[in-house]
């Protein structure tokens, strides 16, 4: 690992080129998960993959670890490049997958193996770098728990995955992760199934690690908290392509794309004034063997004119940020929504006022 | 920390006539702790001593870590689970030990919606069906009066009338929850317990429910026990709220208020732990460590393993229920 050179002067650790995920399904049509997706990832950067389901994000990490090239149905094109090598092959993918390229998963329970104790299953990952004698491997191992903050790690390590709570086997996971020295670490929704004050312990240790190992991270979520929290990059996935690419500082005060606009808009704060209701987005995320044509979200936006439903806009880089959107960047909705007086009537039943609650 | 909320909260309904109350319920469960099934069985306190009142047409929400028992708590509430000790008030009527048959007659005012809205309908069913189920059953309608009724709840909910055919399956997350949010008013029920009930929904689709949600409480008149992990959307949709602790309820009050300006410090780190889409703007307070087990309770403030305020008072005496203000109050011996 190189050490010490500013990020800058370094090319990016990552590098994921116009990449396209497609489905092929016998005597149906092929369903697009990613379509044309960029990013890249560079060493001690946090970038975050935000979308809802079906936007293509863990689809997209998946195809990084390699994983969605084992299915025989799956073809992947496009170009994925770590350290500026290209990687096409299963071997390729093999090689780095458990050393430089390391996976945390959304499940902690369900991705750790019920009957092997934490102990063998960190060594295996431990071995995937080095050999050492078994004192010295002991040692490492409590090293590596006392990393992720178990102050107790030969307990631990003695214990079964059913033994530990939720918050705990996420720790373990994440210790797996790190044992073989990854350079680039890609969490999919890895605090999502844990409670909210666990969820800032393991935030915290992601954040830390990227500055002490200066590790890549692309961390998966739908949870924008979770983006704004950690982020040094976030991008924004929408129907299986990247519909935006900014720094937080400018998302989330000046988001460019009218999705972004939108859910933004839809998240309930626990600060400052409560609208009486919230600014949602209408209808449902498309599934990916039905999207709209021309512009995935046209459907839903309230922006969308002729050729939105035509043609689907290519993505532009406006200084640091990029957007795929035919009207980027008009005033946010998200302020003149949360600035205006709450609404004064309430509409009754008689008069069929439930109607307002929107569409499916 | 926070300014002080700029629309003006609805008003805190605690003086108002209580629809539901509950009065010092607790509910245990004997839990084997080894394998021999012949050891004595240890007791978990899931809710111990809790009492709540929630008002007509006022949403309260219960919220906590999981294994806090605000699930529990729930079910306890509407007898789906009986409790330990505690009496159940409904609409004047003690629920606590009435019988099955009488139970019954009331249930039709006691609804539920579920988290997993797919899990919930019966995947065999239409949404017709689905929705007429209930009106059929329990409300006695039939023929072209059921129709019209199934017609107007699918409306309601703000379901396309033309998707009645359809079967779980092939709606949408949000479709299937309104679909059970449909199926929960069509008694007219005064309360609906709502348990996670917007958790499992796409970001942009939650936004959505919660509005119904806050709609339909609006126009008929419905209360809520609303129990939920995500601050935010509690403090939306809430007019008061209870935090749970491992069985208790360590604080209780206005929504606007409590989150504003909590008092109790389990309530202050589960806010300052709650992210925010505001790069910075969050106060980075960590709770270190994780619950204790239920089955261990630590005593004197079941809080104290956690709390950065406790001393030797909190391991040795069981904490004061505090008034702040009126209809607000907090389980500490150092609120502050």
Same mark, same amino acid.
């Given at each position: ?19 396209? +995920? ?9 369903? #697009? ?58 071997? =390729? ?12 998963? =959304?499940? #902690? ?11 063998? =299953? ?40 059913? =033994? ?65 929290? +950690? ?15 900014? $720094? ?43 999207? #709209? ?42 302020? $003149?929504?949360?600035?205006?007086? #709450? ?18 | ?38 050891? *004595? ?23 906590? &870590? ?12 509407? %007898? ?87 079967? *779980? %399956? ?83 009050? *206005? ?25 910075? &703007? ?43 203000? *009126? ?10």
């Amino acid at each position: 690992m190189i050490m010490g050179e500013p990020a800058d002067s370094r090319g990016p650790l990552l590098e994921i080129d116009r990449v396209s +995920v497609t489905l092929h399904r016998p005597g149906a049509s092929s369903l #697009p998960l990613v379509r044309d997706a960029t990013l890249e990832v560079r060493a001690g950067e946090i970038v975050v993959l935000v979308g809802e389901s079906g936007s293509g994000k863990s689809v997209t990490v998946r195809t990084l670890m390699g994983l969605m090239q084992l299915d025989g149905d799956v073809e992947v094109g496009g170009s994925i490049r770590v350290d500026g090598v290209e990687l096409s092959t299963d071997d =390729q993918f093999g090689a780095l997958r458990g050393r430089d390229l390391a996976m945390v998963f =959304q499940e #902690p329970m369900s991705s750790l193996d019920p009957v092997f104790t934490v102990g063998s =299953q960190l060594t295996e990952a431990l071995r995937r770098r080095e050999r050492l004698d078994r004192p010295a491997e002991r040692e490492r191992l409590r090293e590596l728990l006392r990393e992720v903050g178990i102050s107790d790690p030969d307990r631990v390590l003695r214990s079964y995955p059913h =033994q530990l709570s939720g918050g705990m086997c996420q720790r373990v996971m994440i210790a797996a992760a790190l044992a073989a020295r990854p350079r680039l670490l890609l969490a999919d929704e890895p605090t999502t199934a844990l409670d909210v004050t666990i969820q800032a312990q393991i935030l915290d240790l992601i954040d830390r690690l990227r500055i002490e190992a200066d590790l890549g991270v692309l961390l998966v979520t739908h949870d924008l908290g979770v983006a704004a929290e +950690v982020a040094d990059r976030v991008v924004v996935m929408y129907a299986g392509r990247v519909v935006e690419t900014a $720094a937080p500082a400018m998302i989330f005060t000046r988001p460019a794309h009218p999705y972004t606009q939108g859910l933004l808009g839809s998240i309930p704060l626990i600060t400052g004034p409560r609208p009486d209701r919230l600014p949602a987005i209408d209808g449902s995320v498309p599934d990916p063997g039905q999207l #709209p044509s021309g512009c995935a979200f046209h459907p839903r936006c309230p922006r969308a004119d002729a050729r939105c439903a035509v043609e689907d806009p290519p993505v532009v880089a406006i200084g640091d940020s990029t957007t795929a959107c035919w009207h980027p960047g008009q005033p946010s909705p998200v302020a $003149a929504v949360r600035d205006q007086p #709450p609404a004064a009537e309430h509409q009754d039943l008689a008069t069929g006022g439930l109607q307002k609650a929107g569409r499916p | 920390m926070i300014e002080a909320p700029a629309s003006a909260p609805p008003p805190a309904q605690s003086q108002a006539r209580a629809l539901l109350g509950l009065e010092g319920v607790s509910k245990h469960f004997r839990v084997r702790t080894t394998s021999n099934p012949l050891a *004595p069985r240890a007791v978990l306190k899931a809710v111990d001593d809790v009492s709540l009142s929630i008002a007509e047409a006022e949403t309260y929400a219960l919220v906590g &870590e999981s294994g806090s028992g605000k699930s529990t708590l729930g079910q306890v509430a509407l %007898r789906l689970l009986e409790p330990t000790s505690g009496r159940i008030v409904f609409d004047g009527t003690d629920i606590t030990h009435l019988p099955d048959a009488r139970m019954r007659r009331l249930r039709s005012g006691l609804q539920v919606i579920f988290q997993d809205p797919l899990g919930s309908l019966n995947p065999r069913m239409r949404v017709a069906q689905i929705v007429a189920e209930p009106l059929r059953v329990l409300g006695g309608l039939t023929g072209s009066e059921l129709e019209a009724r199934t017609e107007e709840l699918i409306k309601a909910v703000g379901l396309d009338p033309s998707r009645a055919g359809a079967r *779980p %399956r092939s709606l949408s997350g949000g479709q299937r929850q309104r679909v059970g949010i449909a199926r929960a008013i069509a008694l007219n029920p005064r309360l609906i317990l709502a348990d996670e009930a917007t958790s499992a929904l796409d970001v942009s689709v939650q936004a959505q429910i919660v509005n119904l949600l806050v709609d339909l409480s609006e126009q008929l008149g419905l209360s809520y026990l609303f129990i939920g992990h995500g601050l935010p959307v509690v403090r939306q949709i809430s007019q008061r709220v209870g935090v749970m602790y491992l069985g208790r309820i360590v604080e209780d009050g *206005p929504t606007d208020e409590v989150f504003a300006e909590p008092r109790h410090p389990y309530t202050r780190a589960l806010i300052a732990a709650s992210p925010v889409p505001r790069p910075g &703007e969050r106060e980075r307070v960590r709770l270190a460590g994780e619950p204790p087990d239920p089955l261990a309770v630590p005593t004197g403030c079941r809080f104290r393993s956690r709390c950065p305020l406790a001393t030797e008072l909190c391991a040795n005496e069981a904490p004061p229920v505090v008034t702040i203000s *009126p209809g607000h109050t907090a389980e500490c011996h150092y609120v502050t």
